[in-house]
């Protein structure tokens, strides 16, 4: 029976692995440096967690959990240069591709660029005919001059051909050996902003495949005869391949997998969860198991992409957070942030011996730490200070709270991360606090229990069949991609759908989104 | 004048209505506080503007089927609702429930927000507003019918049975114990029984809903009776109408009541005039006498034994009247069959027994009186009562002399009545003590002792000090036996003898002294229970 | 003349962002639009009315369509040319400057990317200063001013030139004729002389629509003093802060209508509905209208300013309320008829009895 999954998550400072057997009981846990590379980390964290385990033979799946392309592309390291081709024209000539890109970017990834005939209308209809000659003199053009082509069009969620028949162009014209990024694959309706995320797919490949190649040879290595997958943004998973193709799918994994994990480590599937960093706080909400993704567009290294990343509402609040004009003569009034010491709080904090009084002082001496610092430095602190500081804080995480929460009914609250000691035990409208206990592996035990999902985004006409006809559809077929992508097909359950309709469609057009998600097969 | 001051309006509440059925199938959406709020009217619009007319209690029906899925239109007409002091809004037939902005507007205005469905929109009004105007409706045929058929009743018993009909509801008499007095028994809460008619939450001793309304006997004089129809739980709807009908009703019982106790009293005077010849052995004749006394169906044939009840307390005649034929029951019950006068401070009475009682029988019939008065003066607290047995002898001239004896008997048991329960003495226990009859008899004593005991009495506004007295002298000085029947201290016993001994100047170990203030307390006793039957 | 700097056009799409009262299209788009135009052909150049000549023709060009299918369909950019190019040979006249019709969402900036094409300058003055879902809700329909001839335009060389009799019909043609032609179009309508603009038009209206985006950005960067500079600038009043508690959307004849009701922060009570039909038309509080069209109603996020948009919404945002008043051009006769709430399917008066407050 392989019935034991290995979780790895690579980290900025820690690689975590962890082994869970069946009904999520963690097995076995280990931690390693992350190393540079970041092969060194994940083969140092499974050794040590697989020694541990007594059966490696029924390990059964490993998945990896890394915000590796996340950094690449915030760091812009290790990108590939791109060519940039739309097909849509004689639309959308009005913005180029890469327009609104920040300046560096650009100048590191964008290679030729080109917009030609082709895509379609709304309702599926072409807007040209594909312009193959002009596809074929763009793939002459980036042969030997990019690693990756990126082709969007418009509409394709939609309506495929124009991609696919592109790709196969372009194929025959620069050799298999040029790696093409579909949009279709990557991103939903949104033109500029999906062939944005294409773009930076393409140049994230080798990156990406470097280290799902050597996530692949380290089980090998091991000896492990395991299916591997990597998670995506929203929890869900790709399998290796997958994810060789489609790198940018990963890049907001990390929150992701920390909620899940946290949440499932304390057997929650509807909690609000708050990760309280050195210098700001996120909070998000998981709803069934999955984070609530938001609505606005997400900015990746600064562009503008249509991803469904978790929804995230952040604040400058932290450990290092620093407490300013603390009160002589006691009237209590001071300024808290929203600058940080960061991780600096180890030596700077008046509690360590420095002489910044930050959110970590405040902490200690308010009885809400304990096990850092030495709390009678912090004796000194007027006691109005602490009380003013500590009602911005409970104030400040009642209001982040109170902006997550999608109903009136109270939900428990996962404090995480390094500054979780500052979140009170009371807050108005949480039913409980909690500080999950192996809080140290969370986003490798979020990482292990990642089910397959399938999503479609498609515009219907509600008067051609009935909305409950086409609705019935788009849950078909994204099951369907569910199972395509490894789900069980037993196990897998809708678990959104989000109609949008479209103004001055007389048809009653509606834009419909689905997402179905399960456990992945054995 | 009934005076309704606790009767509520005479209209149905929100609640009521929803729960008659008349709007078809409802749900309460929002504005849930509102629902104990009065319907007066009803009224329909298919308008939905600020303008609507909405009157003070009316409810709104609103003719919901062109309303647009979460309008904001229904919110205008809520507001058009509360501002005009409505009772409700009911949305009929509406496509789509009503939003969460409209159903937060009905709960932040506390005003009922009620959908329904209904096949005819205006039928259904018209039926809520037959309901609505069924209690005027109602209460207009119960009147008719009460004043009809009060034009052909006239006993307290009828009106009774006849109030008691048109209710639907038994309907009592009760005095001020709570205790019927005509109708159905149903023990009454005697708190509620005041000067005004009301609806009372838990009139009924075992906390049910009742209407209460005094009956007034005599304008002026406080109420002794009372109507009382005990409801039941699900009755709001007629009791508003229902006081006003037992207001009716009351002026028919208190005509009733003054008619019988007139005639009661006169029959009684009558009696009484005969008794005083009886007693008297006056001018008439001995058969004159008789042949009267066969007109009230007495008799002193045989062997006669007398009897003569002394009452005592919050009494007058008027109530010895009232609970003559009550009394003669219990004696009937108790086994003494007999003539039963009423007197103002109590009753004389007699049996005839064809052959000379037994000596041995004497307590018997002192224990049946007991039983009796026992009975008759267990509920009000505030009376009590003392009588005496004269001994049997032959005929007229025979119960002349029982009934002499009786009240010898009676005046000799209440100069040692107990707190609690009847005294019977029969004269034959008396013996001696017939000897103090004399001193009791007289007045000039009755003064000496009153002049003696003042500066105690200055002292001892409750009594205690001459009750304590009075037991310690009758436990033949014992302190002890004295503070156990008083339920005190031995200690306090003595401190309050002390004191009395000092106050009065006497000496209790001398006999003598000892001898008269017992008999000055005696003598003091019959005269406060004499003064309390004064009237 | 004054030249448009790439400072002015962030502020103008924040700015139309927040005049687009929730709809109007995105302004993302348009500035992309502006950008590229610039890039490629230089500078626009503003103008106001007084520098033109009386006789001048002044066009308008607009993105008409669906938002959803914008998002795919990106303007090419010529066919905005285009069609105000066959409307010109209709009229037998070249433009000398081009125009917004309205001033609120994306068809602020998309004329400005073909004046920049064109080479023509665009005009400081529009006939909406916000965003209506109709053509003919226009301060030029109250002057008698013709929408028609006008003419719609794909990127593929469709076009069509149409007369109307009224502004209303040529609305209904114009929605016809972009169902066919794909739902994301260029629109010309209004062609108008200098001396008609400057009789029937709002004036200084991108200018005011730059101020207000400079000023909502200064709220968002936490300038002290922002706020009260931006509603002293707009005769603001802050209506109510709450939290959205339902948001219910649907869609009929054509119009994404919706109700989003927010609880107020302070007292729980208190509810606010807001009645969505592509734009935020009327604040309801307590069954009574707060704020009505023609007024602007702008949803902010309560934290960060950001302007709200209606697809944007979602349930626990905390917002203010913010009621602007329209442009004073749009206060004479008709006005209640044409944008009034009844114009709408309101049932309700317009209401200002916030005016004044803070």
Redesign the interface.
Known sequence: MKNLRIGVDVGGTNTDAVVVGPGGTVIAEAKAATTPDPIGGIKAAVDTVMDQVDTPEALGKAMLGTTHPANAIIRRRDLDKVGVLRL?????????PS??WPEDLRRIVIGPSKIVEGGF??DGSP??PLDEDAVRRFGGQCAGSVAAIAVSC??SPAATEHELRAAELLAEECGTGMAVSLSHTVGS????ERENATILNASLLTVAKRVVDGFRNTMAEAGLDVDSYLTQNDGTLMTVDEADRYPVLTVGSGPTNSMRGACALAGLADALVIDVGGTSTDVGILVDGFPRVS??AVEVGGVRTNFRMPDLISMGLGGGTVVHNPARGGNGEIKVGPDSVGYDVITDAICMGGDTLTLSDISLAAGRMEGFGERSLTEGVEPATIAAAIDWVDGRIA?LC???????TPLPLMAVGGGAHLVPEQIAGVSEVLWPPHHSVANAFGAAIAEAAGSVDK?YSYDASSREACLESAREEAKDAAVRAGAEEAGVRITSVAE???????G????VMVKAVGPPAE | MIEAVSAPSKTLTMKQLLASGVLGETKVVAGGQGVNRAVSDVSVTDRCDETIPVSADQLVVLDGSALRPNSYALDIVLRAVRDGGGAGLVVVNAPSPAGLATRRLAERFETVLVESHAPDLLAMAAAARELLLQPALHQAAMMKELLRGMARVSTVDDTLALVGRVLGRPCSLVEASGAAVAGPEHAVNPDVLGEHSVIHPQAGAGGEPGMVCPVIVVPGEPARFWLVCILSDGDEAVSGSGLDLLGVASWAVGAHLVRDRLAGERDARHRLALLNEVVGGGELPDETILAQMATFGWSAAGWVSAFHVQLSGHVDAAWVLVNTDAFSDLLHSAGLEGPLIERTDGWSGWVCLPEEPDVTSYPKMARQLRVALDELIASPETIAAHAGVGRPAQGLPGLRSSLAESRQAAALAGAGAAARGAVVRHIDELGIQRIMLGWYGSADFSRVASAFLQPLRAIDADGTLLRTLEVYLDCQSSATNAAALLGVHRNTVMNRIDRVASTLEVNLFDPEQRLALQLVVRMHKLDSNDHSRAL | MRELTIDDIDDLAMGATLLGTGGGGDPY?GK??V???IEDYGPAQVVTVDELPVEGLIMTTAI??????I????????EFRSGIGALAAYLGSDPVALMPIEVGGVNTLVPI?TAVEMGVPIVDADGMRRAF?QIEMTVFTLHGLKAAPMSIAD??GNMCVFEANTNQIAESLA?AA??QL???NAISCYPMTVADVRRGGIHGSMTYCTEVGRRLSQVQRGAPGAWDELLAYTEAALVFSG?V?DID???TE???RGTVVLEHLDDSTRTLRVEIQ?ENLIAFEDGEAVVTVPDLLCLLDH?SADPITT??L?????LDVLAMPCAPEWHRDGMFDLVGPRAFGYDIDYVDGWKGRR
């Open positions: 849509a024209a004689p639309s959308s000539l009005g913005v180029r327009a609104a209308e709304y807007i040209a418009a509409f309706l949104g033109l500029l609505t606005a209001v109170e902006r997550m929460k999608a109903s009136s515009v949008i309709p479209m103004t001055y469609v007389p009653g057009g509606c834009r | 788009v992309l639009l950008k590229q135009a008409i369509g669906a938002p959803t299918v998002l795919e369909k990106i303007p090419a950019g010529t990317a879902p990127e593929k929605r972009v169902v794909g739902l994301a939290k508690i959307r649907r869609t054509g119009f994404a592509n934290e697809e944007g979602a349930f626990g945002q905390r």
